[in-house]
């Protein structure tokens, strides 16, 4: 083993002490929800860009609502998955999620920060209510919460989510420019995967189980 494998053996076996995770769709998929964007996205022809705007919801409110109910009832009908759980099993850290549908908190989370907000809450707008998530051109929820953790990072785990929407997609540099390692898991390579220091390919169903078990070990 050279002298620089041996060095990153060795930063491998330290045990982290402050560990967020963040994650995207992905982490959900093999809970039967659908992704945003590539292969088999359900948006019955729109784009998530074309629905999840202020301007698509003054344009036609009913349509909005409608596509809003139509996914509550997949994520009701849906449980955590073994990656849910796996995360779960690591109590201390912070779980930084894009996702809306709650499963890590049903997962036994407990530092969720839900950066897009929460499909089953809702809060007035103009004449009508409208789900309580955080839309194109809006500001993403927990901010200041976010990037204290990624200050305390010392490992940062990104899991299921293409890094194609920012500010989110720019906490890996956050994290790794405050000293953290991180780490991608994700079925394929993310738009921003050549910002972490290591990554692994496949079903987060798969991956993070095991992951989680190499770093309680
Ligand atoms: C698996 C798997 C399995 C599948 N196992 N993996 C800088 C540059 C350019 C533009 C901007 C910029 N900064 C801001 C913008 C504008 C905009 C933006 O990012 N646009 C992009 C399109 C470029 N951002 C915003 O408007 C944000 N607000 C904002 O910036 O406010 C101003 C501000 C300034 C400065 C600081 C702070 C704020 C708001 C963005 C809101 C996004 N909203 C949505 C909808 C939420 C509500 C809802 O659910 O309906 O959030 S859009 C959608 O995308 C949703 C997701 O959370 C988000 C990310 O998607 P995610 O989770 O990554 O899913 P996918 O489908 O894209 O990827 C899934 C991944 O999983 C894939 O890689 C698969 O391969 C993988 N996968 N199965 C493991 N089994």
Same mark, same amino acid.
């Given at each position: 083993?050279?002298?620089?494998?041996?060095?990153?053996?060795?930063?491998?076996?330290?045990?982290?002490?402050?560990?967020?995770?963040?994650?995207?769709?992905?982490?959900?998929?093999?809970?039967?929800?659908?992704?945003?964007?590539?292969?088999?996205?359900?948006?019955?022809?729109?784009?998530?860009?074309?629905?999840?705007?202020?301007?698509?919801?003054?344009?036609?409110?009913?349509?909005?609502?409608?596509?809003?109910?139509?996914?509550?009832?997949?994520?009701?009908?849906?449980?955590?998955?073994?990656?849910?759980?796996?995360?779960?099993?690591?109590?201390?850290?912070?779980? &930084?999620?894009?996702?809306?549908?709650?499963?890590?908190?049903?997962?036994?989370?407990?530092?969720?920060?839900?950066?897009?907000?929460?499909?089953?809450?809702?809060?007035?707008?103009?004449?009508?209510?409208?789900?309580? &998530?955080?839309?194109?051109?809006?500001?993403?929820?927990?901010?200041?919460?976010?990037?204290?953790?990624?200050?305390?990072?010392?490992?940062?785990?990104?899991?299921?989510?293409?890094?194609?929407?920012?500010?989110?997609?720019?906490? &890996?540099? $956050?994290? $790794?420019?405050?000293?953290?390692?991180?780490?991608?898991?994700?079925?394929?390579?993310?738009?921003?995967?050549?910002?972490?220091?290591?990554?692994?390919?496949?079903?987060?169903?798969?991956?993070?189980?095991?992951?989680?078990?190499?770093?309680?070990?």
């Amino acid at each position: 083993m050279s002298f620089l494998e041996q060095a990153l053996e060795a930063i491998r076996r330290t045990k982290p002490r402050n560990v967020v995770f963040f994650t995207g769709a992905g982490v959900s998929a093999e809970s039967g929800i659908p992704t945003f964007r590539g292969a088999g996205g359900l948006w019955r022809n729109f784009r998530a860009e074309d629905l999840a705007t202020p301007a698509a919801f003054a344009r036609d409110p009913e349509l909005v609502l409608e596509w809003y109910e139509w996914r509550r009832g997949l994520i009701r009908a849906a449980e955590p998955n073994a990656a849910h759980q796996a995360i779960a099993r690591m109590a201390d850290a912070v779980v &930084v999620t894009q996702n809306v549908d709650g499963l890590h908190a049903r997962a036994g989370s407990r530092n969720v920060i839900e950066l897009h907000g929460n499909i089953f809450r809702e809060r007035p707008s103009g004449a009508h209510m409208r789900p309580d &998530v955080v839309w194109f051109g809006e500001m993403p929820y927990g901010m200041d919460d976010i990037f204290a953790a990624l200050r305390e990072a010392d490992l940062f785990v990104s899991i299921g989510t293409s890094g194609a929407v920012y500010p989110a997609a720019g906490f &890996v540099q $956050a994290a $790794a420019a405050n000293g953290a390692r991180t780490l991608e898991l994700n079925l394929v390579p993310s738009e921003g995967t050549r910002w972490f220091h290591e990554a692994r390919h496949g079903r987060a169903g798969e991956l993070v189980p095991g992951w989680v078990d190499e770093l309680l070990a």
